[in-house]
Nanobody
Framework: VQLQASGGGLVQAGDSLTLSCVGF????????MGWFRQTPGKEREFVAA????????YYVDSVKGRFTISRDFAKKTMYLRMDSLKPEDTAVYYC???????????????????WGQGTQVTVSS
């Protein structure tokens, strides 16, 4: 499985941005896909995840109500719509996937074995 993330950029506070993650390889029907982000000197942190077949979504509290994760079956693509962006959302965003993420553990980085390259999101104040 290969993942390719895109869509990052430089925006102002309050703006919106949509990240995309295209998957290549195996079907994603039994997978969980997620977004994580990382800033210099800090650990990579969970942002959002979605169970591909069910559509169940998970978010970190700091983005609830502002970010929306979704997927397109035909395009094998996951999206992260980010609204009302804040300077603290500035980070490198990574997409991830795995086929064996246990229920309740979707927010744990070590549950994901497939990672895309990062895409930089910079929010200016």
């Amino acid at each position: 499985v290969q993942l390719q993330a895109s869509g990052g950029g430089l925006v102002q506070a309050g703006d919106s941005l949509t990240l995309s993650c295209v998957g290549f390889g195996r079907t994603f029907s039994q997978s969980v896909m997620g977004w994580f982000r990382q800033t210099p000197g800090k650990e990579r942190e969970f942002v959002a995840a979605i169970r591909w077949s069910e559509g169940t979504t998970y978010y970190v509290d700091s983005v609830k109500g502002r970010f929306t994760i979704s997927r397109d079956f035909a395009k094998k693509t996951m999206y992260l719509r980010m609204d009302s962006l804040k300077p603290e959302d500035t980070a490198v965003y990574y997409c991830a996937a795995d086929y064996a993420v246990r229920y309740g553990l979707e927010r744990l980085r070590n549950q994901y074995n497939f990672w895309g390259q990062g895409t930089q999101v910079t929010v200016s104040s």
